[in-house]
């Protein structure tokens, strides 16, 4: 079965220092792949997707993820992070043929003022 | 933000009890997705609709059934609730799948914070 894994599941940051977060999955076929926020007591929106072409994908809000098919990963990345990423991230992977989206089980970022 | 309204918001209820939980979009989507959400275990996936009478079942749809009769609303129903279906439910809808020819990302609505006694 498809599986994703997202290794760190706390994040503790300053602000201004840089952000990244490590997702891999398991499906070797050809994939959709989607970052989500979630801010507290809010839904999950959507920060970038990538389904083809250049594999450094830009998103909002300052985020950008790469796509390495040979390591099968999509890692997010922010520059410089602000108190208001303070939120859980997800990584999702939607598989081909398929309707349906894997999450990873999130990692929760905390940005200290 | 798309138009998805969870109904309710917040519900507690008892062991054994039938709940039903509502999802209502006004984007005309074709398909609708329900996920329960634990700390640790991201989101899964309960059960999906990819149009009107069609369903199909995700990872975790034991205990759970949904029915879709209108385009607008897809229902999840847990016949006799458990402690264990304690969690946050979320509804999602997409204009078309998430699979490779189907490019389109899911979008959720609030949440309904499910408390089982």
């Known amino acids: 079965a498809q599986s994703v894994s997202q290794h760190n599941h706390h994040v503790i940051l300053s602000e201004a220092a840089s952000l990244e977060l490590g997702c891999n999955y398991s499906?070797?076929?050809?994939?959709?792949l989607f970052w989500y926020v979630q801010y507290p007591g809010q839904h999950l929106q959507l920060l970038l997707k990538?389904?083809?072409?250049?594999?450094l994908v830009k998103g909002i809000k300052g985020f950008e993820a790469e796509f390495i098919k040979s390591k099968f990963s999509f890692n997010l990345r922010k520059p410089s992070v602000q108190w208001s990423d303070t939120a859980e991230y997800f990584c999702?992977?939607?598989?081909?043929?398929?309707?349906?989206?894997?999450f990873g089980g999130g990692t929760r970022v905390l940005v200290k003022p | 933000d798309a138009g998805i309204t969870q109904s309710p918001r917040h519900k507690v209820t008892e062991t054994g009890t039938p709940v039903t939980l509502r999802c209502h979009q006004t984007?005309?989507?074709?398909?609708m997705y329900w996920y329960r959400q634990d700390p640790g275990h991201g989101l899964r996936l309960i059960h999906y609709?990819?149009?009107?009478?069609?369903?199909d079942k995700g990872e975790v749809s034991d205990g759970y059934s949904v029915s879709r009769s209108k385009t607008e609303d897809f229902l999840l129903t847990l016949e006799s609730a458990t402690s264990s279906q304690t969690s946050v439910y979320f509804c999602?809808?997409?204009?078309?799948?998430?699979?490779?020819?189907?490019?389109?990302?899911?979008?959720f609505g609030d949440g309904t914070r499910l408390s089982i006694l």
């Open positions: 984007e005309n989507h074709r398909y």
């Open positions: 999602a809808i997409s204009e078309s799948g998430s699979g490779l020819n189907s490019n389109q990302p899911q979008h």
């Open positions: 990538y389904f083809s072409g250049d594999p």
């Open positions: 499906y070797g076929g050809t994939v959709n």
């Open positions: 999702a992977v939607g598989k081909a043929a398929g309707n349906k989206l894997t």
């Open positions: 609709s990819y149009g009107v009478k069609d369903t």
